[in-house]
């Protein structure tokens, strides 16, 4: 167990760099993939074993390059998915990276390659083909510079909608989860996984072999630290950031409206009309343990919250489900404020249970914060102190 949650961060993405060195260092014929953003991405630790791929001549100021360099780098996302098929048809594994935004790009490439695995599965003599791997990282929710352009988690909802249930996409919490989520992803055949991370440095909440059985337990787990035993409102979330405010919540709600007996259930892994993986969904039976059987479940979400909501409403009824997410509202500004912009922050969450509780006074401070720091964020450029030195 961690004796402090939440009290420490790190970033996933440079532990996913540090795995994916390892990775390449172990396995010979192991490929990465990106469109000219592996260090935009923090995965640089990868060029400490080997080098990108180049064949023309190497300047002084050249990141390591190598005409035998098993890191492709092009600013072509198309061509990119193409070969690391081309690759994955082998038998050899590659993992490809990209900003969230421009996997977009690729989204009818990836529906073709989900309906060649569906036609795999019923030729006899053909073998598995280790997993199209996906990265997505500089996710929308931090885009401090780059702003609305990059910022679109719409390709989670459209490998979601397909029922050919060859897809997962993962959400790990924290660097822990990502580690559990990397060994998932290279372990895997036959399937698409797209596991979405933020690059920045957020709160650890898990061990290594909690996170490790969250995977095995159908995608959930509850966080027992900040969890009532007896609750009235489950909430839940699905991405790091999404659950780090639904977990500052909790917090507020502790300290503002103690009477609110609430759980929290973490979600790792999503895929077709289920929590989990396709080869391990979570049961109906689980998800009432753990979320209840008539609690109103208050959910934060990575995605579109219509995306989250649908696979909820699968296991319970949906005047049970409340869900909040990315709403396509978008900007170059401060972190707390895309979350604002998008009713996704720990105070829009803590606003809909004290209207449960009809609580007006507490609607009247929340919404009082969230007017004054986007006073802040527009003359200063930042968030207040309140919102950005906030932990458990």
């Keep these: 167990m961690i ?3 939440g009290k420490q961060s790190f970033s996933s993405a440079l532990t996913l760099g540090m795995l994916l060195e390892h990775q390449m260092r172990q396995d010979p014929h192991f490929y990465l993939f990106s469109p000219d953003e592996t260090t935009s991405n923090k995965l640089q630790q990868v060029y400490q074993t080997n080098a990108r791929a180049w064949a023309m001549p190497i300047k002084a100021w050249d990141l390591p390059e190598d005409p035998n360099g098993r890191i492709i780098e092009m600013l072509s996302e198309n061509v990119l998915f193409a070969t690391m098929v081309g690759h994955l048809m082998n038998g050899e594994q590659a993992i490809m990276a990209s900003y969230e935004a421009f996997f977009n790009i690729i989204g009818s490439q990836l529906i073709q390659h989900i309906k060649f695995l569906q036609q795999a599965d019923d030729v ?7 997993a199209a791997n996906l990265l997505s990282t500089s996710t929308c929710w ?9 910022q679109t988690p719409a390709l989670i909802s459209t490998l979601l909608s397909l029922p050919s249930r060859k ?3 993962l959400f790990p919490v924290d660097d822990m989860a990502a580690v559990a989520a990397f060994h998932y992803m290279i372990s895997s055949s036959n399937v698409v996984n797209l596991t979405t991370f933020n690059k920045t440095e957020e709160p650890r ?4 072999q909690q996170s490790k059985t969250q995977l095995k337990n159908g995608g959930i787990s509850t966080f027992s630290f900040t969890s009532d035993l007896k609750p009235d409102i489950i909430f839940t979330a699905a991405g790091d950031i ?14 503002d409206l103690p009477e609110a007996k609430i759980r929290f259930v973490n979600i790792c892994t999503l895929s077709y009309k289920a929590i989990g993986t396709v080869d391990n969904p ?15 479940i208050l959910g934060n979400f990575h995605g579109y919250s219509d995306t989250l909501a649908n696979i909820l409403t699968e296991y319970a009824d949906k005047k049970r489900v409340r869900v909040h997410g990315f709403s396509d509202h978008g900007t170059t500004t401060t972190p707390f404020e895309m979350l604002s912009l998008n ?5 829009h969450l803590a606003m809909d249970v004290a209207n449960q509780y009809n609580r007006t006074d507490l609607l009247i401070k929340y919404r009082d914060i969230i007017k004054q720091n986007r006073a802040h964020a527009h003359k200063f450029g930042t968030d207040l102190p309140l919102i950005t030195d906030f932990h458990l």
Excluded at 343 to 347: G, L, P
């Design 242 to 255: 999404a659950s780090r405010e639904a977990i500052y919540a909790i917090k507020i709600l502790r300290e």
């Design 142 to 150: 931090r885009q401090d510079h780059n702003g609305f352009t990059h």
């Design 343 to 347: 009713q996704a922050s720990r105070y």
């Design 167 to 169: 897809v997962n996409c």
């Design 3 to 5: 004796e402090y949650p």
């Design 205 to 208: 909440w898990l061990t290594e």
């Design 124 to 130: 006899k003599w053909r073998t598995k083909i280790p």
């Design 282 to 296: 979570l049961s109906q039976t689980e998800f009432d343990k753990q979320f209840t059987k008539d609690k109103l």
